[in-house]
């Protein structure tokens, strides 16, 4: 199975059944025998696809001959991968995206997805909604976020305020880790992590995160439990409610665990930490990630 062919299927699971995104691609990355690059094409189309959804089927609504309600599901799906390479990817020659997209779809479809592929090619770039005619409406398309929350934004923060809000949260964050500071510190795990040529460099906020480059599984200390992906906002909660070790902490929106782990390593790892949520078959993200850093101070 290839790259976009793992995506298109873990698309169309998704929006079905409503999985957790990120388990759902870990999970077939692990089980694909794709190679580095192939997998890391696997996950920038499957979340950039997942992103821009709302700004996708803008574009698809109006190039597209036939409602989108219509179309069968792997071919909507191929058509929002096709769509966002030619839109959001600069390294993947137009020719080659048309292809792969037409590959991925039945053969009494080929001809209709080329066209409309083809029909991006030759306009003038992405279709948005006219600034004048509603600036909500405009923001929604443009940064692919609800037309309902937009609007809160504008009244909450103004016109401008609203727009550098939604540029911000759009632009894709560092991937950032927390060190595990029951086994080592910052200054130690960036050694290491020098040692093997892997960059990394401290959160400028977060006294215990780094941002790296590559796929973390595969990073010195991952196996060890030396770190764990957490993003630096959500470290900076961690910091902020400070615990302290033998108090007894709930988290209450728990998985998939990042601030739990924080907690308990803030906690020393002394005292208890209570780990909740309202789906017991998360629990087990929990449990493993407990397991892998060497955290004993949980209950879920």
Known sequence: MTSRQLVCSLLQKAEKNRQFSNLALDH????????????????????????RKLTLDYQLSHLSSRPLSQLDGTVLTALRMGLYQLMYLDRIPPHAVLYETVA????????????????????????????????????????SVGLPLCQKLIEAMGEQ?????????????PTTVRVNTLKTNRASLMRQLGETDSEAVPTPFSPHGLRIKGSVRELYGFEEGL????DEASQLCVEALDPQPGQTV????ACP??????????M????????????????????????????TCIRC
Do not use: W
Not at 257 to 265: E, I, P, Q
């Open 161 to 173: 305020g609203a727009e550098d809000f939604l540029v911000g949260i759009g632009t894709p964050p």
């Open 227 to 230: 770190f764990f992906v957490q």
């Open 28 to 51: 077939a990355l692990s089980e694909s025998g794709l190679s580095a690059p192939d997998r890391a094409l696997a996950a920038t189309l499957f979340y950039g696809v997942i992103e």
């Open 104 to 143: 991925l779809c039945p053969k009494k479809s080929a001809g209709f997805v080329n066209a409309v592929l083809r029909a991006y090619t030759r306009s003038d770039g992405m279709l948005l909604p006219k600034r004048e005619d509603g600036l909500a409406a405009y923001l929604s398309v443009a940064h």
């Open 257 to 266: 665990g990042s601030k739990s782990f924080g907690l308990a390593m803030k």
């Open 268 to 295: 020393e790892n002394e005292g208890t930490l209570l780990s909740f949520d309202l789906h017991e078959k998360k629990l087990p993200l929990i449990r493993s990630g407990a397991e892998r850093l060497g955290i």
């Open 250 to 253: 709930a988290d209450i929106c």
